[in-house]
């Protein structure tokens, strides 16, 4: 039966992208393609130490005999890698220590993008770095977060200043073979977040990083690296934004976690990249790996991500639980609208004792979008009395959609326990008018099952931005129909 | 001259693409007056509330709707619940994750805001909803859960009926209200309707039993059969088809 208000559930269509301007600036770019000489520029422009450059040289030559994973529920053309600018930066000065020196028209893009960075805007409770296509381009409070031994810096600048823990920790988590993308983005990144908290510190700020793809057909390879040593405690959040190009653009980021003793990384995602038209033309290509190892017993790395923008989204942040005790949490939001494609989900390896684990996922698909959760859970034999719990939820926005659920479960051992339990939703016309005949409007009544489908995700989330993670959802949801 | 609340005139109606329901139905009601709708199962008495407050499934294929002065037919079903018009479920929905309250905040805002008035500010309005929850003898703790979700059946009723008592409505269609309640929740939700009514809104009460009138009295009680009210008449109409069953509809209707 089509009535008035399953026409519209047919027919959601996200609000015009509101991040899809681009900033007119000089920039400094390679040109298009991929080779050996490509990499020793980039290493060479930024000034690296040998042993970076012998890093990326060799995940160089692993990548080249690696090819492009063909498991995942996507479909698009085959990505051109020759066709990809692999280092594009603001010509203007880069501002490392004063923001005088950052170029105006970067500070005006943050500010439409309702992140301050200029010295007397700062958010309340929230450092923010910042960065432009491939670099970081500005970094606040950083000298206070070193006050107390905190490194907070762009991890170019941290190859530079601490070689020492990048050499322990880089590739330690994800390794450079690990996928033909890791071996991509380990041989290529450009830029990315440092972070280190020192033993029995409490981060007293939310880290944060603002990603930022600006140049058209430039790639983004960001590295990100957070370390917590013992008895610490960080809470990070990332956000991405990204132009309305026509053509899709590729973003293949490696991010590595490493918890120490009873410490704990809280690491917090808003994926808004552009996402492509009604018709699926143009947005980024999301090809991510993040992993985190819980290094020491006690220790807890959580990760929540709330992923709307993106043509297609293949990214899987996982745990390590190597630590006895520790634990790994993963709650996500997925949403696909119009042609959009997501593959996401999360790998928890329990290999010490009395290890735990959550996962909650929440897939919303509209449109003719494309849903699938894919997850590993896997005990070892080693890991006697490891649990893990996953909930798995999807919810189906009109009948031209398609969700899917891929748990992959192995355990060794018969003192170790897997919960399963995944259900699949409409939001039902029954509903919407129960809603509606209590005065709320339709848009407002689709927004408000969303976000009570999406709660025990949104609660994860750091300060207001369970709130801005609401307002999200409905405005890619929001119906043009009107 | 008292004021007409609702005014339904031949009204037929039908599912989107099926039978007709309703065939011709008549009610007016005025301001200050208690109506009651009995009638046996498949009658079309839910189908009557949902018409009225503008379900999409279902059609008006002729007659008229009249509410306040305005035609029903050309509102959205929540411009109709913002102009006044409140129904209470047979079968109140679940929502899972949307918290009791700020959902009635939200209502309440809808309606506020319809009406171009002050939106409630959270602890003004915790203080309107503290006030009801007595008339109904309701805890706290309701309002936390999410809505209606692990309900139980009595108690998605008395929420209905607060929140009846929260937006203060000009007509109520209160659809079985009465049905699966025990003696104390029947008592509160009674409690809840007479605290609702007053000279200036009307009440429709669909309902299968006496033992609401008892405490609610209405003024005219209808019987509805085949999508037609076929017999109206005062309360101790009730009371006779209570006794003998809708079989007085074949001998007084012959
Ligand atoms: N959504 C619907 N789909 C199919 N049949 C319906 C629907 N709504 C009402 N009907 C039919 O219309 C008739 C009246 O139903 P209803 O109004 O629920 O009766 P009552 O509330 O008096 O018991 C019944 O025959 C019922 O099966
Ligand atoms: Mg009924």
């Known amino acids: 039966m089509e009535t008035k208000s399953s026409s519209i559930l047919e027919n959601l269509n996200s609000q015009e992208y509101k991040y899809g301007f681009t900033t007119e600036l000089e920039t400094d770019s390679f040109p298009k393609g991929l080779s050996e000489e490509v990499i020793n520029r980039i290493s060479r422009i930024k000034n690296e130490p040998e042993f970076m450059l012998e890093f990326r040289l060799k995940a160089y030559k692993a990548f080249l005999k690696m090819t492009e994973p063909e498991w995942a529920l996507l479909n698009y053309p085959k990505i051109d890698l020759q066709d990809v600018i692999y280092y594009s930066a603001p010509k203007k000065k880069i501002g490392k220590n004063s923001l005088e020196e950052v170029d105006p028209e970067i500070l005006k893009t943050y500010e439409k993008l ?15 770095d910042a960065i432009f296509d491939s670099v970081s381009v500005a970094n606040t409070h950083k000298k206070a977060l070193a006050e107390i031994g905190i490194i907070f810096c762009s991890i170019s600048e941290a190859i530079q200043e601490h070689p020492e823990l990048i050499k322990k920790y880089i590739g330690s988590v994800v390794p450079h073979t690990d996928n033909y993308f890791t071996a991509l983005n380990s041989a290529v990144f450009s830029d990315g977040t440092f972070i280190y908290i020192p033993p029995n510190t409490k981060c007293p700020l939310e880290l944060s990083t603002n990603f930022r793809i600006n140049t058209k057909g430039s790639g983004q390879f960001e590295r990100t690296l957070i370390i917590c040593d013992d008895n610490s405690y960080v809470s990070y959040l990332e956000g991405c934004t990204a132009p309305a190009f026509d053509e899709n653009q590729l973003h293949a980021a490696v991010v590595e976690l490493v918890t120490l003793d009873n410490s704990e990384i809280k690491y917090s995602t808003v994926q808004n990249w552009y996402a492509g038209d009604e018709n699926g033309k143009g947005g980024i290509y999301n090809f991510v790996t993040k992993r985190g190892k819980c290094a020491g017993k006690n220790s807890k790395i959580s990760w929540t991500q709330v992923e709307t923008g993106s043509a297609i989204t293949w990214k899987y942040p996982s745990c390590i639980l190597l630590g006895d005790n520790s634990i790994g949490e993963f709650y996500s939001v997925a949403l696909t609208n119009n042609m959009q494609q997501a593959d996401t989900g999360t790998k928890m390896i329990h290999i010490g004792k009395n290890t735990k684990s959550t996962i909650i996922s929440k897939g919303i698909s509209a449109g003719k979008s494309s849903n699938t959760y894919r997850g590993l859970v896997k005990m070892g034999e080693r890991a006697k009395g ?84 609401n307002q999200l959802m409905s405005l890619k949801l929001e119906n043009s129909v009107g | 001259m008292t004021e007409t609340i609702l005014e339904v005139k031949n009204l037929e109606a039908n599912l989107e693409d099926g039978d007709k329901i309703l065939k011709g139905l008549n009610l007016t009601i005025k301001a200050g007056e208690v109506h009651a709708i009995m009638g046996p199962n498949g009658s079309g008495k839910s189908t009557l509330s949902k018409i009225l407050s503008g379900h999409p499934a279902y059609k008006v294929s002729s007659g008229s709707m009249n509410f306040l002065g305005r035609d029903l037919n050309e509102l959205e079903a929540n411009e109709r619940a913002n102009l006044g018009l409140f129904l209470a479920f047979q079968y109140p929905l679940e929502i899972a ?79 079985e209200i009465d049905s699966g309640l025990d003696i104390d929740a029947l008592k509160a939700v009674a409690n809840g309707i007479n605290a609702y009514k007053n000279t200036g809104n009307g009440v429709l009460m669909i309902t299968h039993y006496q033992r609401l009138l008892d405490y609610v009295v209405p003024d005219q009680v209808h019987v509805l059969s085949e999508g037609r009210i076929v017999l109206s008449g005062k309360a101790d109409l009730a ?10 509809l074949n001998a007084k209707l012959s």
Not at chain 1, 115 to 128: D, F, N, S, T
Not at chain 2, 124 to 135: A, M, N, P, R, T
């Open chain 1, 114 to 128: 309702g992140i301050p960075i200029g010295e007397q805007k700062r958010l309340e409770g929230i450092a923010v």
């Open chain 1, 386 to 469: 490891a649990r893990n719990y996953t909930q798995c939820d999807s919810m189906l926005i009109g009948s031209h959609c398609r969700a899917s659920t891929v748990p992959y479960i192995e355990v060794e051992g018969d003192s170790n326990r897997v919960e399963h339990e995944a259900s699949t939703s409409k939001i039902s016309e029954e509903q919407l008018f129960y809603l509606q005949q209590r005065g709320i409007s339709l848009e407002s009544a689709i927004a408000l099952i969303i976000s009570g489908f999406c709660k025990d995700v949104f609660k994860e989330l750091p300060g207001e931005f369970a709130a801005e993670a």
């Open chain 2, 97 to 175: 994750g949307v918290n009791n309250l700020e959902f009635l905040r939200m209502a309440y805002n809808s309606k506020q805001k319809y009406h171009g008035l002050e939106e409630a500010d959270p602890l003004d309005f915790d203080d309107l909803v503290e006030s009801k929850l007595e008339i109904l003898s309701m805890k706290n703790d309701f309002l936390n859960r999410n809505l209606n979700e692990g309900f139980s059946g009595g108690e998605k009723k008395k929420n209905e009926i607060l929140q009846m008592l929260i937006l203060e409505p000009k007509l109520v269609v209160l659809d």
């Open chain 2, 239 to 248: 009371l006779e088809l209570e006794k003998k069953g809708y079989d007085i």
